[in-house]
Each structure stands twice: as C-alpha cells, then as structure tokens.
C-alpha cells in the first residue's frame, strides 16, 4: 500500500504537467501592431525599434498527453505564428494544427487561410472550424472556395450553443454574440479541458447587446480573453465609434467592479487596437493591474 501510495506521489507533477494549457501567439487587433499608415507616436515605438511588435490575436490550445493542438483564429500573421509556436515550444508538436478555429469574416480572424492554399504552403486537409454562416462565405467567395476545391482546408461545421469533441478529453462550446456580421456570424467560444475553462470573446458590440450575462460567463471558467479593442471613447479622435462598436475597457472594468477580486482576475484583456494604451503606457498597465485585472501578453502560457 505504501509502495502505490509513493508511486502515486511520484507522477503527480507529470500529471499536473499534462494538463492541457494555452499560448498566446497574438494580442493586436486585425490591423496588428504597429499598425499600417500609423506614424503616431504609438506605432513609432515598433517602427524604430523601441518596442515589441504585436501579431494579431490568436492562441494555440494544446495537450501534452497527446501532442495535439489547435489554433484559435488564421490571422494575417499566420507564417510568424505557426513559426513562434514552433520556437515557444521547442519543437515539441508538429508545425500545422489538428485544426482552427475561427469566430468571424473580418480580415484579422481568417485571411491567414491563404497562406494554406497551392501558392504557398499546399496544405491537405487542415480542419477548420465554423458556424454555418462562416462556412457559407468560404463556400462562396473565392479565393477561399479554392481552398476547399483542392482539399487544402476541410470546412467542420459547429452549430450556435452545441459542444465540438477534439479527442478524449477538450470539448469547445461555439456561442454567438452580436458584432458587425456583414459577411458572417460571430462567435465566442468556451474551451472545456480537465483541469481549465477558458472563454475566448475577442470582438462584440457591447456586452449589454449580447443575451447571456458576461459577469455569470467570467464567473464559469477559470480564464477570460475578453475584447479590449478600445482602452476609451477618445481614441479615434474625428471618427464615430459607433461605426466599430466595441465595449471600452473601461465600460468593462466598470461592469465589474462590484465582483470579487477572484473573478476580476479571471479576465485577460485582449485584441488591442494600436491606439490602446494598454499596448504600450506602463502607468495605465499598473493602474490595470491594481484594479484586479490582467492584460494578455504575447508568448504567454495560460
């Protein structure tokens, strides 16, 4: 008894290290930081070398029990990403995905696509991952129904509230949220693993627009990347915000404010239009961190 009692004890730190986790492979919004055409001083940071650049949002969900992994979102920044997954984990899993997983048809979430398609990588096969709306779009438009013509990616399609299996154990639970859907529906996704919950929500209207109450949903997982396109209103200074909606993260820090400290820490900010702040100014990154809240940060495992 006391031999299996020791046995047990002993591959307890291999079993916590199995447990599945995620990396964080970008935090910018779709236009990446530094942003295109930006010669303000909080992209001439990057431009001259000063600070780190930003790919644009995605993470790696993966298993060390198996050496499976997926990729949440194709960004345009795909070729760096695929790459730095690589690097951040020593070449311990293969280069491609068991799959990818996209939330909408705006260009910082699936353009990467391209670069599986015959003029570059001539890929077999990737699955991808999408609401119905989604797959319609790629169905429809070229040059993305090429990409399904010569099998380079095979389209799954998840339903709206239904629960997708990626082997024994993780299971990701598709919801939808109102966001600008010109061309498809978008989504939100709850990743379910043994030992983490993980809500993953980088773009929506407002959280008051959505039909599910956002302090419950932080409240039921472990690990929120919540939309942080915007820091406040003052950001785009001669433009309308209503034409991009997004809730500021102050509206969200507000919104919680009256949680306990457990559930602030929950949530990780994420999908940082360059204007942000949070990008770049250390005291507003303190102030963040004071207030209970986190910001997430490239190569960061969860």
């Known amino acids: 008894m006391i031999k299996r009692l020791l046995l047990f004890i002993a591959i307890l730190p291999c079993m916590a290290n199995a447990q599945s986790s995620i990396l964080i492979l970008g935090t910018a919004q779709d236009g990446g930081y530094p942003h295109i055409g930006c010669q303000k001083q909080c992209c001439q940071r990057v431009w001259n070398g000063t600070s780190e650049r930003r790919y644009v949002v995605s993470f790696a969900l993966i298993d060390p029990e198996t050496k499976h992994w997926w990729m949440f979102e194709a960004t345009p920044d795909i070729k760096e990403q695929l790459q730095y997954f690589n690097k951040l984990t020593n070449g311990a899993y293969k280069y491609l995905p068991d799959g990818i997983f996209l939330t909408h048809a705006h260009m910082g979430h699936y353009t990467g696509l391209m670069q599986l398609g015959r003029e570059a990588l001539g890929t077999k096969g990737v699955k991808v991952y999408t609401l119905p709306k989604m797959r319609h779009f790629l169905e429809n438009n070229g040059p993305w129904d090429q990409l399904i013509k010569l099998h380079n990616i095979d389209i799954q399609t998840i339903k709206p509230n239904s629960i997708t299996g990626l082997g024994e154990h993780i299971k990701v639970l598709a919801r939808t949220v109102p966001h600008r859907d010109e061309y498809s529906e978008t989504a939100g996704f709850t990743i379910i693993t043994p030992g983490k ?23 039921d997982v472990d690990i929120a990347l919540l939309d942080a396109t915007f820091y406040d209103e003052t950001e785009l200074p ?22 306990d400290k457990v559930t602030k820490a929950k949530i990780y900010f994420i999908h940082f239009n360059h204007t942000n702040p949070l990008l770049w100014d250390t005291g507003i990154q303190t102030e963040l961190g004071n207030a209970g809240f986190n910001c997430a940060k490239q190569g960061t495992k969860l």
């Open 197 to 219: 919950r993980y809500l993953f929500i980088p773009d929506i209207n407002k959280w008051d627009k959505w039909d599910r109450d956002i302090i419950n949903e932080v409240k």
């Open 238 to 259: 001669g433009r309308r915000m209503e034409e991009v909606p997004h809730p500021f993260v102050e509206e969200t820090m507000q919104l919680f404010n009256s949680t």
